[in-house]
């Protein structure tokens, strides 16, 4: 079948659109000076905070996503459809709404902040581990929905088959379940990972702005473009290379899209 | 209430699944092997899932090996993966992230020289590395068996496992199923043959009833329904052939048409049983006395049911009854050219 020109032409048109800040930023960067930047303390501080906070966000997020998506998919639990519905609202949400709710409720005066200062001795705001809770809180769904969704759509049937064999239910979930759920874990991690590197105004909001604690690149980069905008080009390269740098070699394999046959 | 349970396998209860119900009265002793026949949608499969436990019955009981493993009315259920059922099924659901030797050694209960011993005797130790991917269909159908029979279940569950197979294999299966000891085998088939030379007892399943039970000889000779009717169509003889010829277990000796040593299995088309009320003389070699136990009319066709040294049946026109005059108590000759004859090694 030929494709119908009018959609090529507006296919084509999107892709400009989405490449062409790609191209703006290139041409301004100054080539001659960007070895220089890129050893700057101001550049190196904040890439080595936001890998720091983005991979701790992400192993957060598969140690407590997993068995919420899968309890979601599987169980049958009483207001199932609610449930979903306020995991999801981190999507939706403005991240800044989210940091401030976030402040309400793990603050130093939060709702639950308030005690874990008391008996804990544990702040989150203004720490790098609140930065990396405002991350998890914004990326998590995006775990979620990807895991859960290749849950429902894949037959039980190989677990029953082993549950027959005598594997008990754990049993079943660690060696059949697990396993067949790596690719769609795969995706879901680089979309969390993906979106907790980008993430800027929950992180602001209930993290702060601290150098090498809460400032991560994102942070960083809307702050030197009012001080110094090279070094806003500069970081703004450094994200777009580490996110290619994950993103491609995944986007095979993990991604959604063409698959390769099974 | 247990005492009196024997068996490796009392099933006497109901289960639902959509619209059918199953309603089923089942025995199977240890080393015993039954085939489950039946039309599409008559529950077979589903039986097997209640077996496994996979589906629960809604009244009634199930003890396997002796133990009462389901019974709604005691709140009673032993979930699947605490039950001695091996189960292969149509599509064997071999698991495709491990290979064939992680497959056969999945269950806790299998050990690793058992897992090899299996590998070795049904041929695929050669596939040991590999992914079910890379198997042919009929390699398929043995990993599965042996990950089923690895587990050393009391009851083994097979279904539908000849589909497609390559003879090779056909082999290879009957030479495992035949070596079950104390094991119960239930096999789930559409192929009359391989009811008839594999199990000891067939049981007819139909709209989710038990419609008959019985050795081979007997659902072939007395089939209750049209269904049994219709699949008893060929004449399966128990034999053991010496070259060209071989003795029934009725004591007729029979001509072959190829040669075979051992404990056979023969198969005869009704179709092939001609029918005369002198000897007759010619090309066919077997011939018996025989007398006419039953007359049953199939569709065009009168099945002929004889007693005598081969328990047969004939199918033949109503123009030949009639020509004959065939009814109950009438003596016949039965003939039998020996290339209509196919021998299955027992």
Known sequence: MRPPRPVLAVATVAVVFLTLPVIGLAQRTPWSSLGDLLGRQSVVQPLVLSLTVSVAAALVIVVLGTPLAWTLARVDIPGRRIIRALVLLPMVLPPVVGGTALLFALGRRGLVGQWLDRWFGLTLPFTTAGAVVAAVFVALPFYVIAVEGALESGSDELEQMAGTLGAGPLQVLRRITLPRLLPAMGAGVALAWARALGEFGATITFAGNLPGRTQTLPLATFLALESDPEEAIALSLVMLTVSLAVLIPMRDRWLPGRRPSR | MTGQVTGALRLAGTARVGDL???????????????????????????????????????????????????????????????????????????????????????????????????????????????????????????????????????????????????????????????????????????????????????ILEDGRVTHSGSPTDVRTRPRTRYAASLAGLNTLTAVADGYTAMTVGGALVVLGEPATGPVHLVVPPSAVALHRTIPDGSPRNVWRATVAELQPALDRIRVVLDGPLPLVAEVTPGAVEVLELEPGSRVWAAVKATEITVHPA
Not at chain 2, 111 to 140: F, Y
């Open chain 2, 21 to 203: 119900v199953l309603e089923v009265d089942l025995t199977v002793d240890p080393g015993e092997t039954v085939a489950l026949l039946g039309p599409n949608g008559a529950g077979k499969t589903s039986l097997l899932r209640v077996l496994t436990g996979l589906l629960p019955l809604s009244g009634g009981r199930l003890d396997l090996a002796g133990d009462l493993v389901d019974q709604p009315g005691s709140g009673t259920f032993v979930e699947p993966h605490r039950r001695s059922v091996g189960w292969v099924p149509q599509d064997r659901l071999l698991f495709p992230h491990l290979t064939v030797r992680q497959n056969i050694g999945f269950s806790p209960r299998a050990t690793a020289e058992r897992v090899t011993a299996l590998l070795d005797a049904l041929g695929i130790a050669g596939l040991a590395d590999r992914r079910p991917s890379a198997c042919s269909g009929g390699q398929a159908q043995r990993v599965a068996l042996a990950r089923a029979v690895a587990a050393e279940p009391a009851v083994l569950l097979l279904d539908e496992p000849s589909t497609a197979l390559d003879i090779d294999s056909q082999h290879l299966i009957d030479g495992l199923l035949a070596d079950g000891g104390a094991r119960a085998t239930v096999l789930v088939t559409h192929d009359p043959v391989e009811a008839a030379t594999v199990a000891d007892r067939l049981v």
